[in-house]
């Protein structure tokens, strides 16, 4: 069982950044593939951006050169590190866990870009 908690989430103004952490308990976090999700209302939940064991990493297209992730398997966790905002980065942000067929969820924090 993995549990996964999700904070730096906010109200930043367009062009301001935030970092999101996610905290994750179990001992085997380092062999979890690791990504941020996010879902703004009326959307599909949509991968953001995922890290694998070995540290390499995928963007979707519309954070590519905005958006970092990284992890820190000493300390089980892992972040997000969002530049440049827009709005349209509104959403819920969600942190997941996967390994194999076995998935586990955050629950979610709230990224707000307005001005």
């Known amino acids: 069982q993995v549990q996964l908690v999700e904070s730096g989430g906010g109200l930043v103004q367009p062009g301001g950044s935030l970092r999101l952490s996610c905290a994750a308990s179990?001992?085997?976090?380092?062999?979890?593939?690791m990504g941020w999700y996010r879902q703004a209302p009326g959307k599909q939940r949509e991968l953001v951006a995922g890290?694998?064991?070995?540290?390499?990493?995928n963007y979707a297209s519309s954070v590519k050169g905005r958006f970092t992730i990284s992890r820190d398997n000493a300390k089980n966790s892992v972040y997000l590190q969002m530049n440049s905002l827009r709005p349209e980065d509104t959403a819920a942000y969600y942190c997941?866990?996967?390994?194999?067929?076995?998935?586990?969820w955050g629950q979610g924090t709230q990224v707000t870009v307005s001005s």
């Open positions: 997941n866990a996967q390994l194999g067929p076995t998935s586990y």
């Open positions: 179990g001992s085997i976090f380092g062999s979890y593939f």
């Open positions: 890290i694998i064991s070995g540290g390499s990493t």
